[in-house]
Nanobody, 118 residues
């Protein structure tokens, strides 16, 4: 059974930094992609950043230059370093793992709250 355990959320002032971590377990298969999504109140869940198995990354335009996603393959852990945080980054952040099993299958963490005060 796949489990994604997130940590690192919290309250920070605008301009500050946070680092989110997501540790995956139960993954006896090849992981295609890991990433982070976020959902603010009244809004749809959106992709923040993702990293594929080959190491390529992609980011939402709103976080480019401020957020960095990285992955430790040995630990099956993905990180999101968030710098220069803005109040509009406030949301619940969800870890995502995707794999072909054999069709594209998504797994989600429980979510961690990030609140940026102005």
């Amino acid at each position: 059974q796949v489990q994604l355990v997130e940590s690192g959320g919290g309250l920070v002032q605008a301009g500050g930094s946070l680092r989110l971590s997501c540790a995956a377990s139960g993954t006896s298969f090849s992981i295609a992609r890991m990433g982070w999504y976020r959902q603010a109140p009244g809004k749809q869940r959106e992709l923040v950043a993702a990293i594929i198995s080959g190491g390529s990354t992609n980011y939402a335009d709103s976080v480019k230059g401020r957020f960095t996603i990285s992955r430790d393959n040995a630990k099956n852990t993905v990180y999101l370093q968030m710098n220069s945080l803005k109040p509009e980054d406030t949301a619940v952040y969800y870890c995502n793992l995707a794999a072909y099993r054999p069709s594209w299958t998504n797994y989600w963490g429980q979510g961690t709250q990030v609140t940026v005060s102005s």
